[in-house]
Nanobody, 118 residues
Framework: QVQLVEFGGGSVQAGGSLRLSCAAS????????MGWYRQAPGKQRELVAT???????NYRDSVKGRFTISRDKSRNTVSLQMNSLKPEDTAVYYC????????????WGQGTQVTVSS
């Protein structure tokens, strides 16, 4: 069974940094796109950043220059380095991966809370 397990998160003051990591485990043929989404209270889940198997990255405008997504293909992990955090970054962050089992399927992590205080 394929699982995504997230690490990191927590509370930090504005201007601080946090790092999130996510590891995929189980039996699968490969991983295509990996990324991070977030959901703040009362809001819809939104894309934060993605990275392809070839290393091409994509960020939402509000995090460009502050967040960096990276990937270790040998370890099936994806990380999100978050710098210069703002209170509006407060949300539950979810890891996502498009994993090839018999077909390509979307998998999600359990979510990790990030709280930024002013």
């Amino acid at each position: 069974q394929v699982q995504l397990v997230e690490f990191g998160g927590g509370s930090v003051q504005a201007g601080g940094s946090l790092r999130l990591s996510c590891a995929a485990s189980g039996r699968f043929l490969g991983i295509n796109l990996m990324g991070w989404y977030r959901q703040a209270p009362g809001k819809q889940r939104e894309l934060v950043a993605t990275i392809t198997s070839g290393g091409t990255t994509n960020y939402r405008d509000s995090v460009k220059g502050r967040f960096t997504i990276s990937r270790d293909k040998s370890r099936n992990t994806v990380s999100l380095q978050m710098n210069s955090l703002k209170p509006e970054d407060t949300a539950v962050y979810y890891c996502n991966a498009r994993i090839v089992v018999l077909t390509i399927m979307d998998y999600w992590g359990q979510g990790t809370q990030v709280t930024v205080s002013s």
